[in-house]
């Protein structure tokens, strides 16, 4: 008769999953002898290599007890549905490895490829870091939210910075960075930002914010997000009022 350590040696196994299969039922539990410990026997050991053969060709401990009490016929059809199982996970495994691989860095966490490049063509023109990662962040907060429609509104942005006006909106933000404290730069954002969104209204673009972002809880969350960025956003918020315009991500002229 064998002791438990003894049985996990012979099974190949540690004395720990030897509790442990006791503990889910799945290897009964000898009664203790005079001696106040438990003895095990060959068909112990049988059963416990079953069950690490099992275990080690991926069937889940909840099935094993099902396999190894099952006749042939039951026995065929249930690894049938444990390969089948099996494959499924490798499938969803592949899909994580090829997402992980996408990730990059922790700089683009969470960005989709659109916005990556939009961000792309930000730097390309110049735009200072701090700026395109406040941007990135504000993208991944919208396309989280929107990802319907996420495509369509960058390609919008990419198309804007064709206007030689927003480029120079970003020109001006980007020496912003490192001026935060020239009001006259901070004047003349207001004036530019005050012209587009004049145009855009004239335009009738204005009139489709609801449709691009038709959740008013949403937008207050961009606007706390873009105060909370950098106390020039509050100071531009300002200016752009004095100009006859409220809101920051839903900008709206204010009614006489």
């Known amino acids: 008769m ?121 730097r390309g023109i110049g735009v200072p870091r701090m700026l395109v990662e406040a941007e990135r962040d504000a993208w991944i907060l919208l396309a989280a939210r929107f990802p319907e429609t996420i495509s369509a509104i960058i390609a919008d942005k990419v198309a804007q910075l064709a206007d030689p006006r927003i480029r120079r909106l970003y020109q001006l933000l980007g020496r912003l960075t490192v001026e935060p404290e020239d009001d006259d730069l901070l004047r003349a954002i207001a004036d530019l930002l005050s012209d587009l969104y004049e145009e855009a209204a004239a335009n009738g673009v204005l009139d489709q914010q609801d449709e691009v972002i038709p959740d008013q809880a949403f937008v207050r969350l961009l606007d706390a997000f873009s105060f909370a960025a950098h106390p020039v956003v509050a100071r531009l918020g300002e200016l752009l009022a004095e100009r006859g315009w409220t809101g920051w991500t839903r900008a709206e002229k204010r009614k006489p």
Do not use: C, K, N, W
């Open 2 to 122: 064998l002791t438990i350590g003894r049985l996990a040696s012979y099974a190949g196994v540690s004395i720990r999953a030897v509790r442990h299969y006791h503990q889910i039922g799945l290897l009964p539990e000898p009664e203790r002898d005079a001696s106040g410990y438990r003895s095990y026997d060959a068909a112990a050991v049988l059963r416990l290599i079953r069950i690490r053969t099992l275990a080690e060709a991926g069937v889940p401990l909840a099935r094993v007890r099902e396999l190894l009490d099952a006749d042939p016929e039951t026995f065929a059809a249930a690894t049938i549905e444990v390969d089948r199982e099996l494959r499924a996970r490798i499938r969803t495994l592949q899909e994580h490895r090829r997402r992980v691989a996408q990730l990059g860095s922790v700089e683009s966490l969470a960005v989709p490829e659109e916005v990556a490049d939009y961000l792309e063509r930000l």
